[in-house]
């Protein structure tokens, strides 16, 4: 299984971007998807996941400025990033949760490669 994220680059304080996540392989269903982002000199945290039924969560830091979505035919997430800020400048990664096959009693974790945001003042 490959995720493969993409959509960051360069924007200036106030614009937009939307990161997308596409996985592909041996899936047989995709539970909850999600993007984590790391700054420079930190840790990895939370910026917003997905259930396959469409139940959001978000970190407080982002919450009505950012939302994630998800295409469930194309196992695809999304994030659409607006009034973004200077602190929101960071390596974003997205996540999904993979039923490899049927009758598999569990999910295996995946991650793609990181996309890079920046966001100057």
């Known amino acids: 299984v490959q995720l493969q994220a993409s959509g960051g680059g360069l924007v200036q304080a106030g614009g937009s971007l939307r990161l997308s996540c596409a996985a592909s392989g041996a899936i047989f269903s995709i539970n909850d998807m999600g993007w984590y982002r790391q700054a420079p000199g930190k840790q990895r945290e939370l910026v917003a996941t997905?259930?396959?039924?469409?139940?959001?969560n978000y970190a407080d830091s982002v919450k009505g400025r950012f939302t994630i979505s998800r295409d469930n035919a194309k196992n695809t997430v999304y994030l659409q990033m607006s009034s973004l800020k200077p602190e929101d400048t960071a390596v974003y990664y997205c996540?999904?949760?993979?039923?490899?096959?049927?009758?598999?009693?569990?999910?295996?974790?995946?991650w793609g490669q990181g996309t890079l945001v920046t966001v100057s003042s």
């Open positions: 997905i259930t396959s039924g469409g139940i959001t």
């Open positions: 996540k999904a949760n993979v039923r490899r096959y049927w009758g598999s009693p569990y999910d295996d974790a995946y």
